[in-house]
């Protein structure tokens, strides 16, 4: 074997134990926090969460980068109809700011009563419909 074979087999491995605690600590009883599942392991909290967070990069890496084993068979859904709902008048106001964050560009500026709610151009747009759903819904 190769090094590069070795080291990859490794990171596999650790990877893979590293899954293992956490689906672990997933399933740890209830009321025990993860700071305690931590300790009764020897690990801290942080690694617990770094190691979560690598996973996750790697797990959309990989779906991102290889493609489907078996391809999904398109199947018929039959799907109800909505009923129109009746337009909500909202006393907001809406801008276009020229303001740049770090998450993003701000696409739009709503001000709703008290708050300043920023929408920015990485939204999907099912977040955007929920908030204005819930806007309407707050008297």
């Given amino acids: 074997m190769t090094n590069s074979t070795t080291s990859l087999i490794a990171k596999n491995l650790r990877f893979q134990n590293w899954a ?71 006393p907001i106001k809406v801008e276009e700011p020229s303001v740049q964050s770090n998450g993003g560009n701000i696409s739009a500026r709503i001000h709703f009563g008290g708050a300043i709610v920023d929408i920015f151009d990485t939204a999907p747009e099912t977040l955007i419909r929920s908030l204005l759903e819930v806007m309407a819904r707050v008297k």
């Fill in 20 to 90: 293992d605690e956490i689906r672990d600590c997933k399933a740890r009883p209830v009321g025990m926090t993860v700071d305690d599942w931590c300790k009764t392991r020897g690990i801290t909290k942080a690694a617990y969460y770094w190691h979560m967070h690598r996973l996750r990069e790697e797990c959309i890496i990989d779906s991102m980068s290889s493609a489907p084993m078996n391809p999904i068979e398109p199947t018929f859904v039959e799907l109800q109809a909505l009923q129109p709902t009746k337009p909500v008048e909202l």
